[in-house]
């Protein structure tokens, strides 16, 4: 079985833990924290992946590095553990967050501009586009990127929406070229 399907099994099954347990905004932050110390940390992720050290000895290192998390989330880091699939907790996390979105009927976006964006052109480019892909919003990553030279790039998934005066201009040129 393919990586992402093990994983997607794993999240839909905390997902569906989280919602009857009406947890699904505390499990959601909880698994970002978790996600983050493994992407940023990658001294954690080279000793779970050490065949020098016991299981009890990995549940011990996440035990005390996630003491304050949901039980949940722990007993998901746990079982990830038992079945030695600790190089899936960051894909995990991601197909939680994917769920999550889902069902709150919101995307992440991220979008490039040449400066850091005000609240209220977030929230003008949230709805904008939230409707454009049938959600209710998105969840904004300003990236700020010099070189565009004025408007934005929105990346919604893997759909592009480049309104850029870089991206106009480097239309223009094929088009001229052709």
């Given at each position: 079985?393919?990586?992402?399907?093990?994983?997607?099994?794993?999240?839909?099954?905390?997902?569906?833990?989280?919602?009857?347990?009406?947890?699904?905004?505390?499990?959601?932050?909880?698994?970002?924290?978790?996600?983050?110390?493994?992407?940023?940390?990658?001294?954690?992720?080279?000793?779970?992946?050490?065949?020098?050290?016991?299981?009890?000895?990995?549940?011990?290192?996440?035990?005390?590095?996630?003491?304050?998390?949901?039980?949940?989330?722990?007993?998901?880091?746990?079982?990830?553990?038992?079945?030695?699939?600790?190089?899936?907790?960051i894909e995990v996390a991601?197909?939680?967050?994917?769920?999550?979105?889902?069902?709150?009927?919101?995307?992440?976006?991220?979008?490039?501009?040449?400066?850091?964006?005000?609240?209220?052109?977030?929230?003008?480019?949230?709805?904008?586009?939230?409707?454009?892909?049938?959600?209710?919003?998105?969840?904004?990553?300003?990236?700020?990127?010099?070189?565009?030279?004025?408007?934005?790039?929105?990346?919604?998934g893997n759909?592009?929406?480049?309104?850029?005066?870089?991206?106009?201009?480097?239309?223009?040129?094929?088009?001229?070229?052709?």
């Amino acid at each position: 079985m393919s990586n992402s399907m093990v994983a997607k099994r794993y999240a839909l099954a905390l997902f569906q833990i989280a919602k009857e347990q009406q947890l699904l905004g505390v499990v959601e932050e909880e698994l970002r924290v978790v996600k983050e110390v493994f992407v940023y940390n990658t001294d954690l992720k080279a000793v779970l992946k050490s065949s020098k050290l016991t299981l009890d000895k990995k549940k011990e290192i996440l035990t005390n590095a996630f003491s304050a998390v949901n039980p949940y989330v722990m007993n998901t880091l746990m079982l990830l553990i038992d079945r030695h699939r600790e190089d899936e907790i960051i894909e995990v996390a991601n197909q939680f967050f994917e769920l999550a979105n889902e069902e709150k009927g919101i995307a992440d976006a991220e979008v490039t501009s040449t400066r850091e964006l005000s609240d209220a052109e977030r929230e003008a480019i949230s709805a904008t586009f939230g409707a454009k892909v049938g959600k209710k919003s998105l969840r904004i990553e300003n990236i700020v990127d010099s070189e565009l030279l004025g408007g934005v790039k929105v990346r919604i998934g893997n759909r592009i929406y480049d309104g850029s005066l870089r991206g106009k201009l480097d239309r223009l040129e094929r088009k001229l070229l052709s």
